[in-house]
């Protein structure tokens, strides 16, 4: 059971827009930064949005990112087949000791 | 060009012990955060530790506070994992990532990853 919640699956068609929310708590998204990464199958997570809204060079626009609360959504528009992968949120957590938290993964499908 | 590369994966029994390395090569390393995250076999993501460019400081999950110990040689652009009383549940890949933007957790550069695995 993951800290973060995610929906296990979200899909698309070329060119839609797709969101995929992440939930967590006062400890975690309501008081620290999100981070978005995408995972392709067989490869290592690359990060796609960091401080709950910034992009790293390189990363297209489509990307998005936003917070509100204790939830935050991903935004994808102009999707394209490449896009199909798995994506996960991710915040520090001040319950305990601390540690950063995954939400549990969301497989995007383009139709 | 930023490269990662992890080795020192491997199987070991319950109970052993097993460092892993990660050899940082393209950008000054003592100049960033650094954390390992690994992935069990057909599961998500889970944060293990992470370190800061001094390595004067030091963060751990839950699961695995008092069996495991990250340092980093910034004379030898290396970041380890040293894992001790393993379990099965610490079967997974292991990947190091480089933290950037001033931020620990913003990991813009991963390895490939080695794979661990506990087994008897």
């Known amino acids: 059971q993951s800290v973060l919640t995610q929906p296990p699956s979200a899909s698309g068609t070329p060119g839609q827009r797709v969101t995929i929310s992440c939930s967590g708590s006062?400890?975690?998204?309501?008081?620290?930064?999100v981070y978005w990464y995408q995972q392709l199958p067989g490869t290592a997570p690359k990060l796609l949005i960091y401080r709950n809204n910034q992009r790293p060079s390189g990363v297209p626009d489509r990307f998005s990112g936003s917070k509100s609360g204790t939830s935050a959504s991903l935004a994808i528009s102009g999707l394209r087949s490449e896009d199909e992968a798995d994506y996960y949120c991710?915040?520090?957590?001040?319950?305990?000791?601390?540690?950063?938290?995954f939400g549990g993964g969301t497989k995007l499908t383009v139709l | 060009e930023v490269q990662l590369v992890e080795s020192g994966g491997g199987l070991v029994q319950p109970g052993g012990s097993l460092r892993l390395s990660c050899a940082a090569s393209g950008f000054t390393f003592s100049s960033y955060a650094m954390s390992w995250v690994r992935q069990a076999p057909g599961k998500g993501l889970e944060w293990v530790s992470a370190?800061?460019?001094?390595?004067?400081?030091?963060y751990y999950a839950d699961s695995v506070k008092g069996r495991f110990t990250i340092s980093r040689d910034n004379s030898k652009n290396t970041l380890y994992l040293q894992m001790n009383s393993l379990r099965a549940e610490d079967t997974a890949v292991y990947y190091c990532a480089k933290g950037n933007y001033g931020d620990y957790f913003a990991w813009d550069v991963w390895g490939k990853g080695t794979t661990v695995t506990v087994s008897s």
């Open positions: 991710a915040a520090w957590d001040d319950s305990l000791s601390g540690q950063v938290v």
């Open positions: 006062s400890s975690n998204i309501g008081s620290n930064y």
């Open positions: 370190i800061s460019g001094s390595g004067g400081s030091t």
